[in-house]
């Protein structure tokens, strides 16, 4: 099962949660017992294109990069 983190809206706790993909279980902060917790992305979707700050080319083909 992946592994996956999440953050507690109310307190920003963030914490590691095991379970299967696609499922929509419900977590509670371990911290302040808050239920709205809300799923973090994986850091290697997050690095994945996102590294076109600044640049305005649609397409990356551009000359002025
Ligand atoms: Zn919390």
Redesign the pocket.
Known sequence: MPLYNYR??????VMEVLEKANTNSRHT??????H??EKMLPAFSVNSGSGTAGNSCPTGTCSLS
């Open positions: 507690c809206v109310k307190c920003g706790h902060c371990k911290k302040c017992g808050a709205r917790v």
